[in-house]
Structures are given as C-alpha cells and as structure tokens.
C-alpha cells in the first residue's frame, strides 16, 4: 500500500490552477478529449490563452492535472459507495464496480482522458497519485475477497482481472456494443461477472 495526497487538495493550493482544472472539467462533462480547446478554457476562467502553459508547462502536464482531478474525485465516489456498503466482501466489490461503471457512464470524457494513451501517469504528480489511489482500493477491496493463503501476487492478478471485466464491461455497453438479446443491463452484467470470479476464488482446490 502507498500513502497519497489527495490531488484536489494539492491544486487548491494555487486558486487559478484550480479555476483552470474545474473549467476543464466542466467542459469535459459534453466535450471529448480530442475536441477540448484550451483557448475555449482559459476565456471561460477569464484569463490569457497561455495560462494553462505558463502554471503547468505544457499541454500534456495540463492535461495530466486534469485528469489527476478527475481521477480523484471518482476515487472519492468510490470510497464512498464501497464504504456504505457495509462489511460483505462481495458486496463491498460490487459497490466498487457500480462506482466504476456509473464513472464511465456519467462523465464518459473524463475517464477517457485518465486513459488516454498520450498522457502517462508520470506526467503529473496528481495524476499519478489519484492512480495510486485508485488501485489501492481496488487492491484492498479484491484482497478482502480472497480465501486464506492467497498470496500477493495472485491478489495483484486477480485485480487486474477484475478491472478488466469491468472497465471492458462497461465500455462495451456505453458504446451500445452488447446485443440486445442479452438479458439485464452493464450492472447486472458486472455483478454477474463478479459473483463468478468470487466463486472461483472461493471454489475447493
């Protein structure tokens, strides 16, 4: 487990930053990734066209902040529906795959910018961080889920096997990719998937 700062508390600290992350954000609520003008952000927060370049150096760095927020805050949602779901292990991974899925569906762009291919987490220390964040709940949660003896590599495995049927889950339903003929909706669909990985891990050897 890593200790993190929380990057929205990290970028109050400077309040133009700030302004310039929540516009970007606001945008990216009905805006793609790839349609985003950082022109359009700085008239909205009322200052120069240079000023996401000149409090973050680059495009790339800028980008890295926002998704850092963004990140951070769906890690906020997230502990939150985790937390509320009590002490079940099983239940504590499907609130945290509801929190994921209902990420994707209602700020789609922001997920997509914490994804994107041409940003690397590295780029910025809040980016990085709210990754870090992230995947130690994940961890934590998957970990709860597992019988005794599990060792840690299997539990970094399984981790990733879970992010992946959600995430791949997800995205094939909000791109409208599931047929129609297949009974219930993402959630459903993601319970299921998860409720078989929990029997597995639980199964006699």
Not at 11 to 28: N, S
Not at 71 to 82: C, N, T, W, Y
Not at 90 to 104: G, H
Request: with cysteine.
């Amino acid at each position: 487990m890593v200790d993190t700062v929380n990057a929205a508390a990290a970028v109050a600290d400077d309040p133009l930053e700030m302004r310039l992350v929540q516009a970007t954000l606001q945008i990216l609520r009905t805006t793609p990734v790839d349609k985003l003008s950082l022109r359009r952000v700085a008239e909205q927060v009322g200052v120069s066209h240079q000023a996401p370049y000149v409090h973050f150096g680059s495009k790339r760095r800028f980008l890295a902040a926002v998704a850092g927020v963004g990140l951070d805050r769906a890690a906020d949602a997230a502990e939150i529906k985790v937390a509320a779901a009590g002490s079940s292990p099983i239940s504590r991974l499907r609130a945290l795959a509801r929190a994921y899925t209902e990420w994707v569906t209602h700020e789609p762009h922001v997920h997509d910018l914490d994804l994107a291919l041409h940003i690397a987490k590295s780029e910025h220390p809040w980016l990085q961080t709210a990754a870090i964040r992230y995947w130690n709940l994940l961890h934590d949660t998957v970990e709860a889920c597992q019988p005794p003896g599990v060792s840690e590599a299997d539990v970094l495995r399984r981790c990733t096997i879970v992010w992946g049927a959600v995430y791949g889950i997800s995205r094939l339903a909000a791109l409208g990719q599931v047929p129609a003929s297949v009974p219930g909706d993402a959630s459903e669909h993601i319970s299921f998937a998860l409720d078989a990985l929990f029997a597995g891990w639980h199964a006699a050897p």
